[in-house]
Structure formats: C-alpha cells, structure tokens
C-alpha cells in the first residue's frame, strides 16, 4: 500500500510538473510572436486608468502613463483599494503575526502614499490621484453577493471606508456604491480613453475592477465611443522570466492569445523604461519575492488588450434541458474560458472552465456551462447573471448534484456540461452581464474557487 501511495504521489507530482512546464514553454514561446502596435494619439487627450490596488497603475500601465504626461495628456489614475488587504506584507512589515485592524488602515495610508510617490517619477501630480477607498480583497464579494448588504472588511474590520481621502467620504461598502463612484467619475471626468484591468486577470479585485468599470461604461452608453485598453497583471506563470529585464519583451500569456481579446504592444521610450523602474522602486512595503515580480513589468513594452464586452443573446426555438449538448449545435459561446492553463486547473479537470453558452425563445432563458473533465458530484459550479441598469445586485444560480435549484430553475448534467434554463422575463428583458465560477474542497475540509471565467454583457 506505501509503494502504490508513492508512486500515486510520483504520477501527481509529475503530471502537475509537465504542466507547469508546458504553460512556462508556451509563454516564452510567445514573446518571439509579432503584433500590432498600440496606436498613440498625437492630439492631447483625457485618460483615467482604473487600479485595483497601489502599484497595478504603475506595473501595467506606468510607461504608458509617463509618455502620455509627456505628450501633454490630461492623466488620471483612479485607486479602487489602497491595498490594504496584503497580509504577507503587513505581517513583515510590523514584523508581528498578530496586525491589528487599525494597522492595516495605517498600511493602506502608507501604500497611498508609495503609489503617490512611484506616480510623481512618472510625471503625474498628486492631484490626479483619486483614492475610493473600497476593501481590499472585498470587489469581487461587492460585485457577486454584496450588491445592497454592507460588506465588512477581513483585515481593516470597517464596512464604511475609514480613509479620509476617499472619493466619497465614509464610502459604504456595497456594490452598487462601488458602480455609483464609478459612473460619477466618468461622468465628471469624461475620458477619451479608459485603462482598466484584462477580465481573465486571476485576482479577483482586478476581475471586479473590470466587471465594475465594464458596467459603468455600459450604462454611460459609452462602451463603442471610448478607446478601451485592457492591461493583465495576474496570470499564473506570467510574464516570463520574472525578475529585472529591462531588454526583453512582454507578451500575452500563450493560453490567452488565441482567446478573445486583441493584444498591441506599446513601445517605450528609453527614458519611460528608466522612470518606470525608479517608480517600481518606490514599493518599499512589498515582500522581496512580491518586489521580484513587480520588477518583471519592466520591459521595452507594455501590453494592451481589447476585446468586445457585448454580444446579443442567441435567438432559437427549442433548447431541451436533458444534459445533451446537441441542441446547441451552431451557437457561439458567449464566453470562451482557457483550458489546463494552470497547476490548481489541471488537477481539478472537472472545474476547469472552457465555455458559457447563453439562449432565449419566447418563454425561457437557456444557461450551459462546459468544463475539461467530466462533472463530478463535489465540484460547484455557479453562474453569475448581473442585470444592467438596475438596482438588483448579482443573481448567484448554484449548481451541484444533488443540490435543490431555485424555483422556477431547471438543470441537468451531461458528461462535461451541465444545463439550465429559467423564465425569460427572469430579468425583466435587461442586458445582463454573466460570469461563471468553479469551487471544490480540498480534502473535504476547505472549499476553494477553481476557475472563474471572464464576463460578457448579454443583450436580450
């Protein structure tokens, strides 16, 4: 029994090493790819670049944000959180396993201040930096299940911002403030162009920036007039090779090149890569091996994304849910997700998303949701529906065998796909913005997410 648990280990430890191989080998790949330039505009512009927290405006966008200073731009950099949620750090930095709430308040001041800093080498002035103050870790929960309840910070304990700089003062914390503060921003702003985190970031408060900043231009009616540039930070084994390279070129992650996004270089000035690792320089809370990874978005280049936000819904006349996927036959699917694109992905095939497919006739609204492996019973499955232009926060179906659905909801699973359907007027005909997710446990004892897909708005 040793002997068959060993080599059980030596297989698992082999296929999760073959993998990490294979994604590493098809990103360095990438970087002898050849794409399109991101295009400047010469005429003086307006640009807001939305941060998820202190440092994302400068790693995915500080050479862009330099030379458009430079070229005598109108620049804008929006703070989502003040990154008060980094626990690794905080802990070495009051050198303490015990930190107190108000020392992570005292923390988020201190990586405001670090990001005023690191802006300043770039050419922009402390007054083109908005602070909102939202929890950090705390978006994707506002965006998912916390739309009209207060939701309570894990670290800094406060369900109203405590920062008094923030946009708006003692901000509460719930979605639909979140989207409030964007819209105003815009609003006053009005920007020519808008840099905002990429959908299939892995870190959950950069897919809800996106999701948040997404929404926001959509109700303004601004998505097709305004130049979009979306920026990747979070990618598993991305960029390659970390650490200080100031001559080489960065490149897409290879599982996202041949996705659904659009991918420009922006080439930067000798004196914009220098700036850049003067402001990268200026993170002084971060942890070495945090500062290492940083320091890797130092490159000849940044890299911009876009990709269509908005698709119409399907129109057909029958969909049976039966778990049989023959009905969908000749329908797109309304969000492509990468496959075996990581180490937590290729151990779990059954929660590794591929594809969100979405339909309508006259009475229903049809769901399907496609992963790598087959379904198994202790994996969740879940899809996020948002209506647009409402006050109604995120719908959140559950699906899982054996698990009840809500009335007037009916599922079945196939063999790698799971159906669903509901009344059409489920959301009163509103486009609707949908995601979905995988969780599973982790030796039945901790329930983790998988797999998070990016999102599309839906039009009825």
Avoid at 28 to 34: F, G, I, M, P, Y
Wanted: glycine share 6%; with cysteine.
């Amino acid at each position: 029994m040793a002997l068959i648990a060993v080599a059980w280990a030596v297989v698992i430890v082999g296929s999760l090493a073959v993998a990490s191989f294979e994604v590493r080998r098809g990103n360095l790949r990438e970087l002898k790819s050849v794409f399109s330039d991101w295009k400047t505009p010469v005429a003086a512009r307006t640009i807001v670049v939305f941060a998820p927290h202190c440092d994302d405006e400068t790693i995915g966008a500080g050479g862009m944000l330099r030379q458009a200073a430079r070229r005598g731009d109108k620049v804008w950099v929006v703070l989502m959180t003040n990154g008060d949620g980094f626990k690794a750090a905080a802990v070495l930095d009051n050198r303490s396993l015990k930190v107190s709430a108000d020392y992570f308040v005292e923390f988020g001041f201190r990586r405001q201040l670090e990001t005023f800093c690191a802006l300043e080498k770039l050419g922009i002035p402390r007054d083109r930096v908005i602070t909102l103050g939202y929890p950090d870790r705390g978006l994707k929960p506002m965006w998912v299940s916390n739309w009209n309840a207060l939701y309570t910070s894990l670290y800094t304990r406060d369900a109203y911002s405590p920062y008094s700089n923030s946009y708006t003062p003692y901000a509460p914390y719930r979605g639909r403030q979140v989207l409030a503060d964007v819209k105003r921003l815009l609003g006053e702003l009005n920007p020519d162009e808008v840099y905002a985190p990429h959908p299939n970031d892995q870190h959950p408060d950069h897919w809800a920036t996106s999701a948040f900043v997404t929404a926001a231009l959509h109700e303004l009616g601004w998505l097709r007039k305004k130049r979009v540039g979306l920026y990747l930070v979070h990618r598993g084994d991305w960029p390659v090779p970390q650490g200080i390279h100031k001559n080489q070129r960065l490149a897409p992650p290879a599982k996202l090149t041949d996705l659904d996004t659009n991918w420009y270089p922006l080439e930067l000035e000798e004196e914009s890569v220098r700036d850049k690792e003067l402001a990268v320089r200026e993170f002084r809370s971060q942890t070495a091996g945090v500062r290492r990874f940083l320091r890797s978005f130092v490159r000849q280049n940044e890299l911009f994304g876009t990709r269509s936000a908005e698709s119409r819904m399907a129109h057909v006349s029958a969909i049976n849910v039966d778990g049989l996927v023959e009905d969908w036959d000749g329908i797109e699917p309304s969000v492509l997700d990468p496959a075996d694109d990581g180490l937590v992905t290729h151990a779990r095939p059954s929660a590794d998303l591929t594809s969100v497919y979405a339909a309508k006739d006259s009475k229903q609204l049809y769901f399907r949701l496609s992963v790598r492996g087959l379904i198994k019973r202790g994996t969740t499955y879940e899809l996020w529906v948002h209506p647009l232009d409402s006050d109604e926060g995120t719908t959140r179906i559950v699906l899982r065998k054996g698990r009840e659905l809500p009335a007037g909801w009916k599922a079945a699973f196939g063999r790698r796909d799971i159906e669903f359907s509901c009344a059409v007027d489920q959301w009163g005909g509103k486009p609707i913005m949908v995601a979905a997710s995988t969780k599973t446990r982790w030796y039945k004892l901790v329930r983790y997410e998988v797999d998070r897909s990016a999102y599309r708005i839906l039009a009825p």
